[in-house]
Protein backbone atom coordinates (compact mmCIF):
# COMPACT_ATOMS: atom_id res chain seq x y z
CA UNK A 1 0.00 0.00 0.00
CA UNK A 2 2.67 2.22 0.74
CA UNK A 3 4.43 2.13 -2.82
CA UNK A 4 0.99 3.26 -4.52
CA UNK A 5 0.93 6.38 -2.21
CA UNK A 6 4.27 7.01 -3.04
CA UNK A 7 4.17 6.36 -6.76
CA UNK A 8 0.86 9.30 -6.33
CA UNK A 9 3.20 11.65 -4.49
CA UNK A 10 5.19 11.74 -6.86
CA UNK A 11 3.21 11.95 -9.81
CA UNK A 12 1.69 14.58 -8.43
CA UNK A 13 4.95 16.71 -7.85
CA UNK A 14 5.82 15.88 -11.15
CA UNK A 15 2.80 17.88 -12.06
CA UNK A 16 3.84 20.76 -10.22
CA UNK A 17 7.37 20.18 -11.29
CA UNK A 18 8.34 23.68 -13.49
CA UNK A 19 8.06 23.64 -17.05
CA UNK A 20 4.91 21.27 -16.68
CA UNK A 21 1.92 22.94 -18.59
CA UNK A 22 -0.18 24.72 -16.62
CA UNK A 23 -3.52 23.71 -17.07
CA UNK A 24 -5.14 24.84 -20.36
CA UNK A 25 -1.63 25.20 -21.49
CA UNK A 26 -0.79 23.03 -24.51
CA UNK A 27 2.41 21.65 -24.30
CA UNK A 28 4.99 23.35 -25.76
CA UNK A 29 6.56 20.98 -28.62
CA UNK A 30 3.08 20.71 -30.23
CA UNK A 31 2.08 24.44 -29.40
CA UNK A 32 5.88 25.44 -30.90
CA UNK A 33 4.76 23.46 -34.21
CA UNK A 34 1.46 24.69 -34.98
CA UNK A 35 3.17 28.13 -34.41
CA UNK A 36 6.03 27.02 -36.91
CA UNK A 37 3.81 26.06 -39.31
CA UNK A 38 1.07 28.61 -39.72
CA UNK A 39 4.37 31.70 -39.66
CA UNK A 40 6.79 30.30 -40.34
CA UNK A 41 7.09 26.89 -42.97
CA UNK A 42 5.69 29.06 -46.04
CA UNK A 43 9.51 30.63 -46.10
CA UNK A 44 11.35 28.32 -44.61
CA UNK A 45 10.57 25.03 -45.85
CA UNK A 46 10.19 26.39 -49.81
CA UNK A 47 13.03 26.54 -51.10
CA UNK A 48 13.47 30.27 -50.95
CA UNK A 49 17.20 30.62 -50.16
CA UNK A 50 17.02 34.03 -48.35
CA UNK A 51 15.47 31.82 -45.61
CA UNK A 52 17.58 29.65 -43.94
CA UNK A 53 16.02 26.22 -44.36
CA UNK A 54 14.58 24.03 -41.36
CA UNK A 55 17.39 21.84 -41.30
CA UNK A 56 19.73 24.95 -41.05
CA UNK A 57 17.21 26.46 -38.32
CA UNK A 58 17.49 22.56 -36.28
CA UNK A 59 21.27 23.16 -36.11
CA UNK A 60 21.18 26.38 -34.19
CA UNK A 61 21.15 27.33 -30.61
CA UNK A 62 17.76 27.79 -29.32
CA UNK A 63 18.61 30.90 -27.91
CA UNK A 64 19.82 32.13 -31.31
CA UNK A 65 16.35 31.07 -32.72
CA UNK A 66 14.38 33.15 -29.44
CA UNK A 67 17.10 36.09 -29.99
CA UNK A 68 15.87 35.80 -34.02
CA UNK A 69 12.88 35.84 -33.36
CA UNK A 70 12.64 38.75 -30.45
CA UNK A 71 15.11 41.18 -32.03
CA UNK A 72 16.71 40.16 -35.20
CA UNK A 73 15.69 39.60 -38.64
CA UNK A 74 12.15 37.99 -37.56
CA UNK A 75 10.84 39.91 -35.44
CA UNK A 76 8.66 41.46 -37.36
CA UNK A 77 7.11 38.08 -38.28
CA UNK A 78 6.59 37.00 -34.82
CA UNK A 79 5.04 40.13 -33.75
CA UNK A 80 2.05 39.35 -30.91
CA UNK A 81 3.66 36.13 -30.31
CA UNK A 82 4.16 35.78 -26.24
CA UNK A 83 7.98 34.92 -25.16
CA UNK A 84 6.44 31.29 -24.17
CA UNK A 85 5.89 31.12 -27.73
CA UNK A 86 8.97 32.12 -29.11
CA UNK A 87 10.84 29.47 -27.00
CA UNK A 88 8.56 26.76 -28.02
CA UNK A 89 9.16 27.59 -31.44
CA UNK A 90 12.48 27.33 -30.39
CA UNK A 91 12.02 24.02 -28.76
CA UNK A 92 10.24 22.36 -31.29
CA UNK A 93 12.73 23.26 -34.41
CA UNK A 94 16.01 22.14 -32.31
CA UNK A 95 14.31 18.86 -31.06
CA UNK A 96 13.50 17.91 -34.89
Do not use: F, N, W
Not at 15 to 44: F, N
Request: proline letters at 9%.
Amino acid sequence: MRLRSTGAAIAALAALAPGSPSAGQAPAAPRGEAIYVERCKECHESGDERAPQRAALAAKPAAEIVAALTTGPMAPMAEGLAPEDKQAVAAYLTAH
